[in-house]
């Protein structure tokens, strides 16, 4: 993912051949926070891909995975469908953890098993990239499955630093 840092100096750096010109920096900052705006927003998001790829590194934890999931708030975000992004990801998946987590934030329209032969149906792609992509959380918190530390998610940022004592 793009930093909207970097993102909104190489966007600078091409809108702004005069640097010197007062009406271009102008115009500078506000394409700068306006692409900080763009970026921040889609870094808030706490996306079941995330979750899925997250686990608990507490010292002496075997079992940090799946971490469950406590919501407070979930918000539904649009994203462009990308069905050959979702047949390269679904190897990566661990889709029992996709499962329970959907089902955790509310939504139930995911199939209890998948197979790769799935992926050519429309119908459970679309399913698969609403689950996976679309359903944010946005607030609550991510347990750790043996410890039952618990890890905050605050607008859609997960909280992972480990107390001293955890490390």
């Known amino acids: 993912m793009t930093d909207w840092r970097s993102a909104s100096r190489a966007q600078i750096q091409l809108d702004s051949p005069e640097p010197d010109h007062r009406a271009d920096h102008s115009k500078n900052k506000v394409q700068f926070e306006w692409l900080k705006l763009k970026y921040e927003d889609k870094l808030r998001r706490m996306r079941l891909l995330t979750h899925n790829m997250l686990s608990s590194n507490i010292k002496g934890v075997t079992n940090g995975f799946p971490l469950l999931i406590e919501v407070e708030k979930v918000v539904e975000k649009a994203v462009d469908f990308n069905a050959d992004f979702l047949r390269n990801m679904f190897a990566m998946i ?8 959907s089902r955790t934030v509310g939504y139930s329209e995911l199939p209890e098993n998948a197979e790769s032969s799935m992926l050519d149906s429309d ?8 689950a996976l992509l679309e359903l944010h959380l946005e607030e609550g918190a991510l347990v750790c499955p043996e410890t039952g530390r618990k890890f905050t998610v605050n607008k859609g940022i997960p909280n992972m630093l480990l107390h001293e004592d955890e490390v």
């Not at 661990?94 to 987590?101: I, P, R, Y």
């Not at 119908?123 to 609403?130: A, T």
């Open 123 to 130: 119908e459970f792609l679309q399913k698969f990239h609403h």
């Open 94 to 101: 661990e889709w029992n953890a996709l499962v329970e987590a």
